[in-house]
T-cell receptor, first 113, second 111 residues
Framework: DAGVIQSPRHEVTEMGQEVTLRCKPI?????LFWYRQTMMRGLELLIY????????DSGMPEDRFSAKMPNASFSTLKIQPSEPRDSAVYFC???????????FGPGTRLTVT | AQSVSQHNHHVILSEAASLELGCNYS??????LFWYVQYPGQHLQLLLK??????LVKGIKGFEAEFIKSKFSFNLRKPSVQWSDTAEYFC?????????FGAGTRLTVKP
């Protein structure tokens, strides 16, 4: 398996633009997690899915953020409109169980100017 | 509220020095415990994990961690660090459907 795949690896956009981050989990993993990492706030859990259903989105910062998982092999995290304070590295991770080891993707480094 | 605390924000050591990074959590029930490492510019990777059994867990690259239930702690140790251990280290705790990461500890090893 290629591991968790994220795209793009880097994204630079202007304030106000829509940004879509993509993730392909490891095949067979039932759980998918989205994290945001910044120097100031560390690693924050944004949302996680179980069998494509969002279970806990309490970490989503505000309505500008939305996440979907239309099928077992694909998830998106969308920011609309984007703001400079959204600049961060966004990680996707997947696991067999919510209590198990999480496998992280390489991350998307987002810069909003 | 449930929380995971890593008290050391940045640790600087010389090569061959011993390492201990603290991790404390506030969950009262059964927990699964993890340490992840993030090398510069890379994604998080699992170092070791504890689910049950021997509270002293050995992981990759010579790392180990000890689960002390009475202290709600899961400290990471390595007897002799190398320059290549320079990275950020994250403690994570799972309890039921709740998975939380600590803020991370940055380790810098001077050659």
């Amino acid at each position: 398996d290629a591991g968790v795949i994220q795209s793009p690896r880097h994204e630079v956009t202007e304030m106000g633009q829509e940004v879509t981050l993509r993730c392909k989990p490891i095949s067979g993993h039932d759980y998918l997690f989205w994290y945001r990492q910044t120097m100031m706030r560390g690693l924050e859990l944004l949302i996680y899915f179980n069998n494509n259903v969002p279970i806990d989105d309490s970490g989503m910062p505000e309505d500008r953020f939305s996440a979907k998982m239309p099928n077992a092999s694909f998830s998106t995290l969308k920011i609309q409109p984007s703001e400079p304070r959204d600049s961060a590295v966004y990680f996707c991770a997947s696991s067999f169980k919510v209590s198990g080891e999480q496998y992280f993707g390489p991350g998307t480094r987002l810069t909003v100017t | 509220a449930q929380s995971v605390s890593q008290h050391n924000h940045h640790v600087i050591l010389s090569e061959a020095a011993s390492l201990e990074l603290g991790c404390n959590y506030s969950y009262g029930g059964t927990v699964n415990l993890f340490w992840y490492v993030q090398y510069p510019g890379q994604h998080l990777q699992l170092l070791l994990k504890y689910f049950s059994g021997d509270p002293l867990v050995k992981g990759i690259k010579g790392f180990e961690a000890e689960f002390i239930k009475s202290k709600f702690s899961f400290n990471l140790r390595k007897p002799s660090v190398q320059w290549s251990d320079t990275a950020e280290y994250f403690c994570a705790v799972n309890a039921g459907n709740d998975m939380r990461f600590g803020a991370g500890t940055r380790l810098t090893v001077k050659p």
